[in-house]
């Protein structure tokens, strides 16, 4: 009896003393807590260059990472189909999920049910309005829309016209690339006309946004696309069949600035067919996406400010935030071989 009670004593400091070691160390995951367990993947769509390229990423990282998937399952840019993929990863025994929700205001009551059940969610790209949340790793969408205005206001010296093809408003992306972009324009460039014409995120209904606007106002110089992966083919369509497709020295040339950083914007650029893009790092969106997942697992807490990636960590209401860095990408720096456009 003795001997039993020795071995049950040094069993439980052993067992306290790894779990400490989890919460605190700043490691990927450690070797505690449910760390061995699997990640369960949820993609958002299939119609994007740039989501179809961050899938591509997901099973490589998980390998750098060392950590097993569930899934890949597919939302198709709905929030039931998301809710139920949800429930069918958790179901079949993923400790932790790694989520692109593109209805942000909706996603929040299963967040928080996901929380009651001890299951960690790491929101990729987008930021859930409400709801807990372990990490969103996305960039600052905000200044998408600024560096884009900035872009286009100087290209046009002040005047003009611009069309703009908003995302979804019922996104967060949607709502900060459109916020920041509207108050730049109105702050440093009133002498711009911004046409804004909503997408939710769908190529069709930017295509013909630019057909009709282009009739109304065949003087539009500038076009701001909020995600290159579903506007540009649409946008270079139109432009080509009226003739507009001709490089900046041209008069006719209208100035395009996308975000997404694919590689179809990069040789667009290289063309002289688009001016410039922000660079959403999908790589490092699937990397960071499934380490903060094997870092929730392992119960590691975040910290806010600089991380070790070049990234800054901010704390939200619900959780906290990768902020990590997108540049914008023009002629000058297109062949640059950080970029992940340039690697896949």
Excluded at 266 to 271: L, S
Aim: charged content about 25%; hydrophobic content about 35%.
């Amino acid at each position: 009896m003795k001997i039993t009670r020795v071995v049950l004593t040094l069993s439980l400091a052993t067992a306290l003393a790894l779990g400490a070691c989890s919460k605190d160390s700043p490691d990927q995951g450690g070797s505690s807590g449910q760390s061995d367990g699997s990640i369960g993947v949820d993609l958002p769509r299939a119609d994007s260059d740039f989501w179809n390229a961050y899938a591509d990423y997901v099973p490589s990282k998980a390998s750098e990472l060392g950590v097993r998937l569930t899934g890949p399952t597919n939302s198709q840019n709905d929030i039931q189909k998301l809710i139920g993929n949800v429930d069918s990863l958790a179901a079949q025994g993923a400790k932790a999920l790694v989520i692109a929700p593109q209805d942000t205001g909706a996603i929040g009551p299963k967040l928080d049910e996901l929380s009651g059940k001890g299951i960690p969610v790491v929101s990729v790209d987008t930021r859930p309005d409400s709801g807990k949340i372990y990490m969103v790793v996305r960039a600052d969408n905000r200044a998408y829309g600024q560096k884009a205005c900035e872009f286009l206001g100087e290209k046009l010296g002040g005047k003009g016209k611009v069309i703009e093809f908003q995302g979804a408003l019922s996104s967060i992306n949607g709502r900060d690339r459109s916020e920041a972009f509207k108050e730049c324009m109105t702050g440093k460039f009133p002498g711009i006309t911004v046409f804004e014409e909503p997408t939710d995120w769908e190529g069709a209904k930017a295509q013909a946004a630019l057909e009709t606007r282009l009739s109304t106002d065949p003087d539009i110089k500038g076009v701001y696309m909020q995600a290159g992966g579903v506007f540009l083919d649409p946008t270079l369509q139109v432009l080509k069949q009226r003739g507009l497709l001709v490089p900046p020295t041209d008069p006719r040339h209208i100035f395009v600035v996308s975000n997404d950083g694919i590689p179809q914007e990069f040789d667009a650029i290289r063309k002289g067919e688009i001016d410039a893009t922000v660079s959403q790092p999908a790589d490092q969106y699937a990397q960071f996406g499934l380490y903060w997942a094997k870092q929730a697992m392992a119960g590691v807490a975040p910290k806010e400010g600089p991380s070790d990636h070049g990234s800054v960590i901010i704390k939200l209401p619900n959780g906290f935030e990768d902020q990590l860095p997108a540049p914008l990408v023009t002629k000058a720096n297109v062949d640059d071989k950080s970029l992940w456009g340039n690697k896949s």
